[in-house]
């Protein structure tokens, strides 16, 4: 009470959300529809797939429902399949060197910007998003195609007699993959960048450093989480990606996803399509993996 000095007890309900009687019933119930949908849309098919990669096949019932690793032992035991995870894996990590070393300059000129310009570039920059995938591949087809512009261009100025061979290949798929992909770089490197002190440049530029120096040593050190996700989600992203290489690729470049459609749609190899969907998750699972332990600091 007021005036005796004595504190008025504290009913235990009001302890704050831990404390609280129902919190936990209101947590679960919050959590539980999240819970129910991965569940039944994410985890269930997943393990559909794990097993499916697991059966023998089966030309007349698609597969037979017999435990084997028969399938991962001949994936990679072949060659094919070998070359095949390598090209995927080289194709993400030259899209992500590409988006980071186009991205680092736009993201520094978007920081830097007025806010007119600024919201500008992010417009510009982010423009990719807003249009439909297939829409934007196609666009590459009518650029690169055998009487595609720069084809016809070349061909009209005398340059050469015969079609450049610019598409249904490993450049042809890169460039595609680096456009969709490029604004989760930028993204990244944006929200890293403007939380940077300028005054850290100033004293860096204060003691001697030079542009170079300040860039390399400095600034990009500062960036590097932003360096980590931005290239996470790209590489992520590059080899998991369906409808680019699909038509820029055509029948000349194959990456995992591509043969995966092939297997589940024309071959009709139901496991083994399962079994090269699981090598793809257990790349990204250690991209993210060896991502965190790099990060961990950060």
């Known amino acids: 009470m007021a005036?005796?000095?004595?504190a008025a007890p504290i009913d235990a309900r009001h302890k704050g959300p831990k404390g609280a009687p129902?919190?936990?019933?209101?947590?679960?119930?919050?959590?539980?529809?999240?819970?129910?949908?991965?569940?039944?849309f994410l985890a269930w098919p997943y393990l559909a797939l794990l097993a499916m990669s697991l059966y023998r096949f089966n030309s007349t019932t698609l597969y037979t429902p017999t435990f084997t690793l028969e399938n991962y032992i001949s994936v990679l035991g072949d060659g094919f399949y070998i070359s095949l995870l390598g090209s995927t894996v080289l194709l993400g990590l030259g899209v992500t060197l590409a988006t980071l070393l186009l991205g680092y300059p736009l993201a520094?000129?978007?920081?830097?910007?007025?806010?007119?310009?600024?919201?500008?570039?992010?417009?510009?920059?982010?423009?990719p998003l807003l249009v439909n995938l297939v829409v934007r591949t196609y666009a590459?087809?009518?650029?690169?195609g055998d009487k595609g512009?720069?084809?016809?261009?070349?061909?009209?100025?005398?340059?050469?007699?015969?079609?450049?061979?610019?598409?249904?290949?490993?450049?042809?798929?890169?460039?595609?993959?680096?456009?969709?992909?490029?604004?989760?770089?930028?993204?990244s490197l944006v929200g890293i960048m403007e939380r940077i002190d300028p005054s850290l440049l100033?004293?860096?530029?204060?003691?001697?450093?030079?542009?170079?120096?300040?860039?390399?040593?400095?600034?990009?050190?500062?960036?590097?989480?932003?360096v980590g996700t931005g290239s996470l989600l790209v590489f992520c992203s590059a080899i998991s990606a369906f409808v680019t290489p699909r038509l820029l690729g055509g029948n000349r470049f194959s990456t995992i996803?591509?043969?995966?459609?092939?297997?589940?749609?024309?071959?009709?190899?139901?496991?083994l399509g399962a079994t090269l969907v699981f090598l793809l998750l257990a790349i990204n699972f250690a991209v993210i993996a060896i991502h965190g332990r790099l990060f961990r600091e950060h």
């Open 257 to 271: 996803s591509t043969v995966i459609y092939e297997k589940f749609m024309f071959s009709l190899n139901w496991p």
């Open 108 to 127: 520094m000129a978007i920081v830097r910007a007025r806010p007119r310009m600024k919201a500008f570039l992010l417009i510009v920059s982010l423009s």
């Open 202 to 226: 100033e004293a860096a530029e204060s003691l001697g450093a030079g542009p170079w120096r300040i860039l390399s040593r400095v600034h990009f050190q500062l960036c590097l989480p932003g």
């Open 140 to 144: 590459w087809l009518v650029l690169l």
């Open 22 to 40: 129902g919190s936990l019933a209101a947590y679960w119930a919050m959590i539980l529809p999240v819970v129910v949908f991965y569940l039944l």
């Open 149 to 187: 512009i720069i084809n016809a261009w070349l061909m009209s100025l005398g340059a050469i007699a015969e079609p450049l061979p610019i598409n249904n290949n490993f450049v042809a798929v890169s460039l595609g993959l680096v456009h969709v992909t490029l604004p989760l770089m930028i993204i």
């Open 3 to 6: 005036g005796t000095g004595t």
